[in-house]
């Protein structure tokens, strides 16, 4: 049982490692339009800074 628990504790610890490594560099919110509503929300997201990408 002992032997079970430390190989799924090292398979969870490989696993998180690899997972902070897939993480995109630039993490971006996409807007689509939306009748109108999109020019509100990328007025607000340039306000405070948010990366996004407007389609």
Same mark, same amino acid.
């Given at each position: =049982? &002992? #032997?079970?628990? %430390? /190989?799924?504790?090292v /398979?969870? /610890?490989?696993?998180?490692? /690899?997972?902070? %490594?897939? %993480?995109?560099?630039?993490?971006?919110i996409? #807007?689509v339009?939306?009748?109108?509503?999109?020019?509100?929300? =990328?007025?607000? =997201?340039?306000?405070?800074?948010?990366?996004? &990408?407007?389609?």
């Amino acid at each position: =049982m &002992r #032997i079970a628990s %430390t /190989l799924a504790f090292v /398979l969870l /610890l490989v696993g998180g490692a /690899l997972a902070a %490594t897939l %993480t995109p560099p630039e993490p971006a919110i996409y #807007i689509v339009p939306a009748a109108g509503f999109q020019t509100s929300l =990328m007025a607000a =997201m340039q306000k405070k800074h948010v990366p996004f &990408r407007s389609y």
